[in-house]
């Protein structure tokens, strides 16, 4: 199975900082990584997919970059609203899903 | 309004079943992949099952034998069957669209509670 280790676990940075989360998985999956916001108490969201592309609505603040086993998911500005916990997650053909571990963003 | 509402949560005890309904409103529930992903109190996301439109099913291996998706297509239904459930599945189950190998839209989650 391919594992999927998100970094860090938890993140401090203060209003305006640009934040920037790492996901690396243990085998090549192309582009096949999307990115999620959970905000406490509520369903995860789908903000960006197949590595880089923003869902429709989602603020162009943030992006996402990568392939093949290294991925980046950035804030460019972040703002109070995106306190939240960031997960990453690939899929394949099999299908198989993996999340990665979770990064608890906190305003500093 | 594309839109998916999961019921069937509640207290259960070890070694006991329980089955979840996600009703799904705004698309089809047949014509698309459909999933299942659990979050434990405090932790992390975890994939459960999938269905595709096809009708062909996937597991974890944590639930595999234990736990069957299902769907019923007049209803728009979405289903998962739980048994033999242990104290460590205890945890929101939420129910989602597969679009892109991504989970759009999910479901405001149903807990259950697996305890004595």
């Known amino acids: 199975d391919i594992q999927m280790t998100q970094s860090p676990s938890s993140l401090s940075a203060s209003v305006g900082d640009r934040v920037t989360i790492t996901c690396q998985a243990s085998h090549e999956i192309s582009n096949y990584l999307n990115w999620y916001q959970q905000k406490p108490g509520k369903a995860p969201k789908l903000l960006i997919y197949d590595a880089s592309n923003l869902e429709t609505g989602v603020p162009s603040r943030f992006s996402g970059g990568g392939s093949g086993t290294n991925f980046t998911f950035t804030i460019s500005s972040l703002q109070p609203e995106d306190i939240a916990t960031y997960y990453c997650?690939?899929?394949?053909?099999?299908?198989?899903?993996?999340f990665g571990q979770g990064t608890k963003l906190e305003i500093k | 309004e594309v839109q998916l509402v999961e019921s069937g949560g509640g207290l259960v005890q070890p070694g006991g079943s329980r089955r979840l309904s996600c009703a799904a409103s705004?698309?089809?529930?047949?014509?698309?992949?459909m999933s299942w992903v659990r979050q434990a109190p405090g932790k992390g996301l975890e994939w459960v099952s999938v269905i595709n439109p096809g009708g062909s099913t996937y597991y974890a291996d944590s639930v595999k034998g234990r736990f069957t998706i299902s769907r019923h297509n007049s209803k728009n239904t979405l289903y998962l069957q739980m048994n033999s459930l242990r104290v460590e599945e205890t945890a929101v189950y939420y129910c989602?669209?597969?679009?892109?190998?991504?989970?759009?839209?999910w479901g405001q989650g149903t807990l259950v509670t697996v305890s004595s």
């Open positions: 705004g698309f089809s529930v047949s014509s698309n992949y």
């Open positions: 997650q690939k899929y394949d053909t099999l299908p198989m899903y993996t």
């Open positions: 989602a669209r597969v679009r892109s190998g991504g989970f759009d839209p």
